[in-house]
């Protein structure tokens, strides 16, 4: 136990005298995990309540949600829009965050900070403002139109990733490139991309993830045969605590953990 | 590799501004077909933007730049057919070795067996034979730069660029490879235009020196008559250590603290001049002096040791003081040199240079 | 064939075509972003602006403040702003209370275990918020783990009413918001150089006035972007105060929703729309004058 004494920081404050501040720290970081984390084995609770520890071990819910074909149709909707959105989404947003920040146009600012609106703006207006242009456009409850929707609302994270990205790159590269004789695009496509590639699936993983958690936006624009998951879930939770969304829950904690670590792992054998 | 042609360069009116500032002020510049010509300046003096420019990285407002007969201030970088290194190499970490010197030849669809015999050809140039394979983040500084030079040339081209490729490199090692640089150019012959702001690099590599100044070309001149002949006082500024003497102009008579100078050479104009005094040429006179040699008397202020040399501040009678360098073997009269002595100083006519009192004439 | 005439009345060769050049540049790579700007200017500017016109229109068809008016008149009205406004400010105060610490701990952490220990925070971050205020809703209700294991302990006899109210929504919202709070903070902290608390220390301060001198301070940019963002978030925040509420806790945007849904009231919920987003970008604007706000965007994961 001598490392209690031992110097914390610079100012020679031991780890004794801080032992408040960890303690603090620990319980603030399993408030922030717990509740995220429990619902897993409350899942596999047999009793309506959803008891932590499960009193009884059981996959009804689980069983619950994959008999329940709207429920199934639901989760692959929010599949496939999380998937378009992701591939719609990356290269366009990739395309805007170079030819913004190479272009040394003043517009280029601007546009920035255009794109970026969706992340500043509170989401109930765009879901609102979006709702009213597809109603006109007869988008509502479409697949394609939640799609757009979604790429709207994904496009700041690729822009401020592959941004980030970009600014720490050391572009003589692609100088270097076009001096031996490559366009300006193979020398992007040859050089440049595969040195940002790891941004750019961490653009294209961020993507995947807004899309698929979103809710508001689904909530208006995704309707009908086309509802996506999260806004069934919402639905059944204005309602009553339904169990089976436990189960839905901990499937989602899982793909966004993957997602996540998927991220975490690229970035990091990066450097 | 053997020899490859060369294109002359011929720069006309380059003209670039950002803002109010002249980054480039009507330049003209030729490089002739195969020499190795260095853009000389300070930090700032528009050296690299016109190597830019020359590359096609940077877009004159103005001017006309040609390869041989070629107008190219129009084509773009990718089709202008130059060799170009880079200060920090630029080299592609994703690739290997042999990726990154066989890349211009893939773009330029040579076919892949002679991709590899050429990538050898070059490697083994720039003596890094067998390195083919490594990965660029196992290589030194100097390796690097040699990969980076085997890159710029393995496509043969006729005029190679270089910007301040060694300035990232430690002391021994850039001395080495200025040397190794020269013979390679040597050997391939191709039109060299090199960028640095370390005179005396410009000094060992160059068949001539452009000295840039504030986007203007100062002087262009091979390196002794850059160094014993400068065209202005920045120049002369610039390079080689330098103490400045005013001095009376009446015609073609100059004189100083009263006496008349022996000076071998006058500069153009009429105007008013200084006399420039590089300490290495200044003599430590004792007994008669030899013919041709101006002799300045003063008195020692301070002598300080660096080692291979000393440099020794004299008071001069008839005012400033100056510096004297020379050699510190000992048993010689300047090492027995004092604070405090006096001394007689002496330049020859040769080397008292007269240098015009507005520094920024151009040639 | 090289003499080249410098007289005549070239005295800037090129220089038009040079111009053309690096402005026809500039334009085509301002042109790889049209994808990007014309699906927002088409899918959610011109939109919103419609609404923004909307606003004024009354239930006649013509100009008309009405839909403004009857913001100011209502009482109702009154009372969401005051909820949104209240729950914004105490969700945003309870999180500098809890992140601050939390910020300055991982801080002080070497890498490798500040990368660990941040994966609490990236964790919620990045779980569906659905999913967070449903776990929060489990957890919180009458028999629910938090009641349960409360009144094992002793804390309290009877199941309290932890959800369904103010209590519930701000558990809710602080959980999901603080991440936001510490990770600009985190950032600013770690940008924080050493020399600065050791300079304070070799004066002779000792550490608790080397931090509210030297160190508090310097963090409180980026304390201040956190709470900015958190602020900013929960006023226009929907899903969690809308479970976790009960229909007692109804903010601005959960009136939005029930004007459009329930009324079908277009201009009522685009006025409303207009002075939310009003409100956000004036808070935004005066705090970005204080504060680069591209520091906190550009700082990348």
């Known amino acids: 136990m001598r490392w209690l004494d031992r110097p914390a920081g610079d100012t020679q404050i031991t780890h004794r005298q801080r032992l408040w501040l960890y303690a603090l720290a620990g319980i603030i970081m399993l408030l922030l995990v717990a509740p995220t984390i429990i619902v897993i084995p409350m899942s596999f609770s047999a009793s309506q309540y959803l008891e932590f520890p499960p009193r009884d071990w059981s996959l009804r819910w689980y069983e619950h949600y994959l008999g329940e074909p709207e429920w199934l149709a639901a989760t692959a909707t929010s599949l496939k829009a999380g998937l378009l959105t992701m591939l719609v989404a990356t290269p366009i947003g990739t395309m805007a965050a170079y030819g913004l920040h190479v272009s040394g146009h003043w517009l280029a600012r601007w546009l920035f900070i255009l794109l970026i609106t969706p992340m500043m703006v509170p989401v109930i207006l765009i879901a609102i403002g979006v709702f009213y242009a597809f109603v006109q456009l007869r988008m509502v409850n479409t697949l394609f139109g939640l799609v757009v929707a979604h790429t709207i609302l994904a496009l700041p994270l690729v822009l401020i990733v592959v941004g980030a990205a970009l600014k720490s790159y050391d572009f003589n590269q692609e100088m270097a490139a076009r001096s031996l004789g490559a366009s300006r695009l193979k020398a992007f496509l040859t050089v440049t991309l595969p040195q940002i590639r790891f941004s750019v699936v961490t653009a294209a993983l961020l993507a995947f993830l807004t899309s698929f958690d979103e809710v508001i936006v689904a909530m208006f624009v995704s309707g009908g045969d086309n509802s996506t998951l999260t806004r069934n879930m919402f639905n059944s939770l204005r309602d009553q605590i339904d169990p089976t969304i436990a189960s839905i829950s901990t499937i989602m904690i899982v793909v966004s953990s993957t997602a996540l670590v998927l991220a975490q792992l690229f970035g990091r054998s990066k450097s | ?363 | 064939m090289i003499a080249v005439e410098h007289a005549a009345a070239d005295t800037a060769p090129n220089a038009d075509e040079l111009h053309r050049q690096s402005d026809r540049e500039r334009w085509a790579m301002l042109g790889l972003a049209s994808p990007a700007v014309l699906t927002v200017l088409v899918i959610m500017v011109l939109p919103v602006g419609w609404l923004f016109y909307l606003s004024f229109i009354g239930e006649s068809g013509g100009f008309s403040l009405e839909n403004y008016g009857r913001m100011l008149e209502s009482k109702a009205y009154g009372r969401i702003f005051w909820t949104t406004f209240e729950v914004s400010f105490l969700t945003t105060g309870i999180c500098i209370l809890l992140g601050y610490p939390l910020a300055y701990f991982l801080a002080q952490l070497p890498r490798r275990a500040a990368a660990l220990c941040m994966l609490t925070v990236l964790l919620p971050f990045w779980t569906s918020l659905l999913v967070r205020t449903y776990a929060w809703l489990v957890l919180l209700q009458r028999k629910g783990l938090v009641n349960t294991w409360a009144i094992d302990l002793g804390l309290w006899d009877e199941p309290v009413a932890l959800v369904h109210n103010m209590t519930g929504t701000l558990i809710g919202m602080v959980h999901i918001m603080l991440p936001f709070l510490v990770l600009p903070l985190y950032g600013a902290m770690k940008a924080i150089s050493g020399d600065y608390v050791r300079a304070a220390a070799n004066l002779g301060a000792g550490p608790t006035a080397a931090f509210w001198g030297v160190f508090f301070p310097l963090s409180l940019p980026g304390l201040f972007a956190g709470a900015l963002i958190v602020f900013v978030l929960c006023l226009g925040f929907f899903v969690t105060p809308a479970v976790l509420g009960g229909g007692k806790v109804i903010m601005v945007s959960m009136q939005i929703t029930n004007n459009i849904e329930l009324f079908f009231n277009w201009g009522a919920a685009s006025a409303l729309g207009v002075v939310l987003l009003a409100i956000t970008l004036g808070i935004l604007l005066a705090a970005s004058r204080l504060l680069r706000l591209d520091a906190v965007l550009g700082g990348g994961h």
């Not at chain 2, 890094?128 to 100097?142: F, N």
């Not at chain 2, 452009?210 to 120049?235: C, E, K, S, T, W």
């Not at chain 2, 003081?321 to 006519?349: I, M, Q």
Request: charged share 25%; hydrophobic share 40%.
């Open chain 2, 1 to 363: 590799m053997t020899g490859t042609d060369s294109l002359p360069i011929s720069i006309a009116g380059i003209t670039k501004r950002y803002g109010e500032v002249y980054a480039l002020d009507h330049v003209d510049l030729e490089v002739r077909s195969g020499e190795f010509l260095t853009l000389l300046g300070p930090s700032g003096s528009g050296k690299t933007t016109l190597l830019m420019a020359l590359a096609g990285f940077t877009r004159p407002d103005s001017g006309s730049i040609r390869f041989g007969d070629r107008e190219i201030v129009l084509t773009p970088p990718h089709r202008r057919d130059v060799g170009m290194v880079f200060q920090n190499y630029a080299l592609f970490p994703h690739m290997s070795v042999a990726g990154n010197v066989g890349y211009p030849l893939r773009l330029r669809k040579v076919a892949k067996a002679e991709i590899a015999a050429r990538v050898g050809q070059a490697l083994e140039t720039v003596k890094l034979a067998g390195y083919g394979e490594r990965r660029v983040d196992q290589l030194s500084g100097g390796q690097k730069q040699r990969v980076a030079l085997a890159r710029a040339i393995v496509f043969r081209p006729r005029i190679l660029l270089m910007d301040e490729p060694l300035s990232a490199l430690d002391k021994q090692l850039r001395e080495h490879m200025q040397i190794e640089l020269r013979q390679l150019h040597e050997r391939l012959g191709m039109t060299t235009v090199y960028v640095t702001h370390d005179q005396r690099e410009a000094l060992t590599m160059s068949d001539r020196i452009a000295v840039i100044n504030h986007g203007r070309l100062m002087q262009l001149d091979a390196p002794r008559r850059i160094y014993d002949r400068p065209a202005n006082r920045f120049v002369a500024d610039f390079i080689g250590e330098s103490t400045f003497l005013d001095v009376e102009r009446d015609g073609d008579t100059v004189r100083f603290g009263g006496r008349g100078l022996d000076i071998a050479w006058m500069p153009e104009g009429d105007g008013a001049v200084q006399l420039l005094i590089r300490p290495e040429r200044l003599a430590l006179l004792t007994g008669d002096a030899p013919d041709g040699m101006n002799r300045f008397e003063g008195r020692v202020q301070a002598i300080v040791y660096q080692g291979d040399t000393a440099l020794a501040y004299v008071a001069l009678a008839d005012g400033p003081e100056v510096a004297l360098r020379a050699g510190t073997r000992t048993g010689t009269a300047f090492d027995r040199l004092s604070r405090g002595d006096t001394v007689t100083l002496g330049l020859h006519r040769d080397d008292a240079v007269l240098v015009p009192v507005d520094g920024a004439g151009e040639r």
